[in-house]
């Protein structure tokens, strides 16, 4: 993929889209300039076609020797077939040229935008559904692609085409061309204002044509409440009324593509047909030859075509500048949160890391008047493991997200090691962290490579230690394959203990300094949290961990457990200390113990 720097990405303002497109053509200037040779060359030999023709009639049919009359019909078909030869090897070159640099562009700029999706915060996610997401990585790619591998060659051909008989025939039939230049001036305006209108429904179109790719994906990914709720046909008339929405528009589109190819080939119909008119007019006047006229309607009908191809590549070009818009919206979006130009580098932690929250406050960008956290003040020495608890809401996950840098907070800083984590680099801060989520990512692939996902080039052996760490090494030996054996989409074939034992193991293997866990035994029965419990405390010995816990018999023996209420920091001590003190975790526990 080119190296192509977001400051090379149009934004998506621009009226000329497809202009877009231009950074990722210019590693491939040698492509591009081979097969523009190419075209040129076939468009030559287009041209010199209906010359050999004038040439054939105008000398191979006269009246004359029999016998030298054969040698020079022979010697012009001859030169049509050397024509026919060369148009044919030309075209196939640039047909292969065009296709290749359609392929290579067009995988190009699909990885530059899921590259660039994947950097984004989560306020990206915030207003942009992921199945628009895809609809965009793939229905406007391919539009992108028809335009690159052939309509844009197609474009280009009969324009150099179109230009070339133009001059053909102003040179040989100056006062008929300026009257069919003045038609012409007739065809093009209209177009254009059609080519307006097909544009903006080819962008209405495809963003109805996401709607209906976004509900699809967020049903399909919720199956079992779908059905659970029997909403099966009130899902299915949501996704008809958003399909027949896509269909509706698609056929405004149609209709006014359709009029625009009505009106080119009608016009371009009186082109020729005039044209024709004006050259057996100047025949019968004896101005020209037979020859001359059979070369001028040839030309005349390489101009009419190529204007009509125009016509059509022009409605392409216009649907894919709607494609080319969306996408560059894509590329235009920058995340809030970045690396900074000239990171600082933290030093390497001893037994842990130290982590210092100073007077921190948050508001998500979705919900601005409402503070997550407010004058949020903690520091963990390394080594210690601090809990996080409270009421949902309180802002304890938000404590990860900020931790990780999922956002920046408003106000306040956030040091690891000492160093601010906002100058640090992306890469180098989440690399320092392991995460165990309360609802854990399983993805579409075996159990030995989810568990690596922690650390890439770890071995098998390490990731089977890492295993036999979470108390996951217990199911995965007795499934059919083993660590082979394929889990499916988002984990199906598994428990939820069992996709919680899996990602503890992924983050074993990680072996953070700071360690994340968000509710990590939540889904576990009675006797697998005593196992992992066990095995949690282990992976806690010289590093950092925070817990998040609604389950306070997971947290008792926690250095320090830290309670937030409504985003701010209201109690801190052990668990002894905190219920003895009556306060919101004495409250918490006495409902959860005394049940």
């Known amino acids: 993929m080119p190296d192509v720097s977001p400051s090379e990405w149009p934004k998506a303002e621009s009226p000329t889209s497809l202009r877009g497109l231009l950074p990722f053509m210019r590693p491939y200037r040698t492509q591009i300039g081979l097969a523009m040779l190419f075209l040129v060359l076939a468009a030559v030999a287009t041209l010199l076609f209906p010359v050999a023709l004038r040439g054939l009639i105008d000398s191979g049919l006269v009246a004359g020797d029999r016998s030298a009359q054969a040698m020079g019909l022979r010697g012009h078909f001859l030169e049509l077939f050397a024509v026919a030869v060369a148009l044919g090897l030309f075209s196939a070159a640039r047909f292969y ?21 994947l950097r984004q915060s989560p306020q990206f996610f915030e207003t942009t559904q992921t199945g628009e997401v895809l609809s965009r990585l793939t229905t406007d790619t391919t539009l992108v692609q028809t335009v690159v591998g052939s309509s844009l060659s197609m474009g280009l051909r009969n324009g150099v085409m179109g230009v070339g008989a133009l001059i053909m025939l102003v040179w040989t039939n100056p006062y008929v ?22 544009r903006k429904l080819s962008r209405a179109s495809q963003d109805r044509v996401a709607d209906s790719s976004a509900i699809a994906a967020e049903v399909l990914n919720a199956i079992p409440i779908v059905q659970s709720y029997t909403a099966e046909d009130r899902e299915a008339r949501r996704f008809s009324e958003a399909t027949e929405n896509a269909f509706i528009t698609a056929i405004r589109r149609t209709r006014a ?65 709607g494609a080319s818009e969306r996408l560059m919206e894509l590329l235009a979006s920058e995340s809030p949160v970045q690396s900074p130009a000239a990171p600082l580098q933290a030093p390497a932690p001893q037994g842990g890391s130290a982590l210092t929250f100073d007077d921190v406050t948050f508001h998500y960008p979705s919900r601005p008047a409402q503070a997550a956290l407010s004058g949020f003040t903690l520091q963990v020495q390394p080594g210690q493991t601090v809990a996080l608890v409270g009421p949902s809401g309180a802002g304890k996950t938000t404590v990860f997200g900020l931790l990780l840098r999922y956002y920046d907070p408003v106000l ?3 040091r690891l090691d000492g160093v601010p984590i906002d100058q640090l680099d992306l890469h180098a801060l989440r690399q320092r962290i392991g995460i165990v989520p309360q609802d854990p990512v399983i993805f579409s692939s075996s159990a030995m490579e989810n568990i690596r996902y922690g650390r ?26 083993g660590y082979g054996t394929f889990l499916g989409e988002r984990g199906v074939r598994l428990s939820g203990g069992q996709r919680q034992r899996i990602a503890i193991a992924r983050a074993m293997l990680k072996n953070p300094p700071l360690l994340l ?8 029965d009675a006797q697998s949290e005593r196992m992992v419990q066990a095995a949690l405390e282990s992976a806690m010995k010289d590093r950092t961990t925070l817990v998040i816990a609604h389950r306070l018999a997971t947290v008792q023996r926690a250095d320090r457990i830290v309670v937030l209420d409504h985003g701010q920091l209201v109690e801190q001590g052990t668990h002894t200390e905190l219920v003895a003190r009556g306060g919101v975790y004495a409250g918490l526990a006495a409902l959860q113990f005394n049940a």
């Open 97 to 117: 040229l065009v296709s290749w640099l359609g392929e290579r562009i067009t995988a190009d700029l699909r990885n530059a935008v899921y590259s660039h999706v």
């Open 177 to 198: 061309m300026l009257q069919v230049l003045l038609i012409i001036l007739l065809v093009v305006l209209p177009s254009m204002w059609f080519g307006r209108r097909v």
């Open 517 to 524: 866990l968000d509710e990590a035994t939540s889904a576990l």
């Open 257 to 321: 593509r359709a009029g625009m190819v009505a009106f080119i080939i009608i016009s371009t119909a009186a082109l020729l047909l005039w044209g024709l008119y004006q050259g057996t007019q100047a025949v019968l006047a004896g101005t020209i030859t037979p020859g001359h006229l059979g070369q001028t309607v040839v030309y005349i009908i390489i101009l009419a075509g190529a204007v009509a191809v125009l016509g059509e590549v022009y409605g392409d070009l216009l649907r894919a500048a």
């Open 412 to 414: 306040g800083h956030i």
């Open 456 to 481: 890439p080039e770890a071995t098998d052996a390490e990731v089977r230690a890492a295993a036999a760490a979470a108390f996951a090494d217990e199911f995965i030996e007795k499934m059919p394959e």
